[in-house]
């Protein structure tokens, strides 16, 4: 399915929600406590950047103002968006992110806008970090009981943990399947997958995941390499590649997609029009909306809610700050040589500062480890689509020649 259908298919989904009664609020950080929303008996739904919005208003956005902001704050003037209830802004992440929160309250003063601040040394986990991002999120669940009637309900909370645990297990299973043998399930067909569940976090979008999850379970186990798959499962969660065993004979090149918050699907889909490339090329992605995502470590029910939430959040794998950056590049260079990697696509949304301050480090952590890479700016629209193509195809042709 194209980058627009899945598009479509998304947008459905939320439109018989709300046919259905249901309360959207959308959030746009990948690191947003998706239980938290539905202990209040809302939905959370992520807004996304959209390909068919044209990026603009210089005049009523920052100059330092990402594509990725322009496209958002696009998309709600022209009434692009779905019908939301509310949305949720992020503080302490970037400062694009954070003055379009500010600037949409004033332009929008009918939208209901939540903010949610987390701690600025968010890499380092420690007991007052945690803390004080827990305050942050009970501070959160006050302003949603407050203003929508809707009290933080305990079975509720436990239901969503359940929902969103089914989708990261399965998601966790489909993307170390793919790293053992990235024929086993598309790409496109992974990102399509969690890209439902992140837009419309519903039981129908999660089974989807589990059944896929088990038909893949079937076939690297009549395959034998059920316990490969185990084994690289167990790395990627634990951040620990010692034990991580795959099988001989691998078909190459085999190359990781690296970045923040770029779109999997729409770069799925790029991959796959591409003349002679096979989409299985790509082995693995490390993006904000696939892989950081999906391995965020699970909720325990018998904790409590928000220290619990504010754990799994810090513990996630960590978006583009000067803070972390060691231990992510430590961990990006022992995964691309216990992964049996060939090369690295960095890509970078346009004119993001916190993108292209990573950019140097991950292609100085891959070069010291002797993997080539190539760093490819992409915008929400793709307007370049056709240089990115051939940009892609020659550092892939390169890693076939060697």
């Known amino acids: 399915m194209s980058n627009e259908g899945v598009i479509e298919q998304s947008t459905a989904g939320l439109m018989q929600l709300v046919a259905a009664g249901e309360e959207l609020i959308g959030y746009i950080y990948p690191h947003t406590p998706l ?43 022209s009434n692009q968006m779905p019908p939301l209830t509310g949305i949720l802004f992020p503080s302490n992440t970037c400062d694009s992110l954070q003055n379009l929160g500010d600037i949409w309250r004033v332009r929008f003063p009918e939208d209901r806008v939540f903010r949610l601040t987390y701690p600025v040394t968010r890499n380092i986990i420690d007991d007052s970090t945690q803390r004080y991002l827990a305050e942050e999120l009970r501070l959160l669940s006050e302003s949603l009981t407050t203003i929508f009637e809707r009290p933080f309900l305990k079975e509720s909370y436990n239901r969503g943990i359940s929902l969103v645990r089914e989708f990261r297990e399965g ?19 992974v990102a399509q997958l969690v890209r439902v569940f992140l837009t419309t976090p519903t039981a129908a979008a999660a089974s989807a995941i589990t059944e896929a999850a088990n038909s893949v379970k079937k076939m690297v186990t009549d ?23 795959l099988p001989e004979n691998l078909d190459a090149p085999r190359v990781v997609v690296a970045g923040g918050m770029i779109e999997p699907q729409a770069l799925g889909t790029l991959i796959k029009d591409i003349p002679d490339i096979p989409e299985s090329v790509i082995t693995l992605d490390l993006l904000s909306f696939g892989f950081k995502s999906v391995f965020t470590p699970p909720l325990d029910e018998s904790e409590d809610p928000f220290m619990e939430m504010a754990k799994s959040l810090l513990a996630a794998p960590g978006e583009p700050t000067q803070e972390g950056l060691k231990h992510r ?13 060939h090369g690295l696509l960095i890509c970078e949304q346009s004119f993001c500062d916190p993108d292209q301050f990573e950019a140097p480090s991950i292609e100085r952590a891959a070069s010291e480890v002797g993997i080539k890479t190539t760093r490819i700016p992409i915008d929400p629209e793709l307007s370049d689509k056709a240089r990115i193509e051939v940009r892609i195809q020659s550092f892939l042709e390169t890693l076939t020649e060697r």
């Open 35 to 77: 239980e938290l929303f539905m202990a209040h008996g809302l939905i959370p739904s992520l807004i996304r950047t959209l390909p068919q919005v044209p990026s603009g208003f210089e005049a009523s956005l920052q100059t330092f103002a990402c594509s990725y902001i322009r496209n958002l704050y696009s998309q709600r003037t």
């Open 223 to 245: 395959l034998g390499i059920f316990e490969n798959v185990e084994s690289v499962m167990t790395a990627l969660v634990n951040r620990d590649f010692e034990n991580v065993q």
């Open 329 to 341: 590049m430590i961990f990006l260079k022992d995964l691309l040589t216990n992964l049996s990697i």
């Open 171 to 189: 998601a966790k299973f489909l993307y170390s399947a793919r790293v053992v043998n990235p024929k086993i399930i598309s790409y496109s067909d």
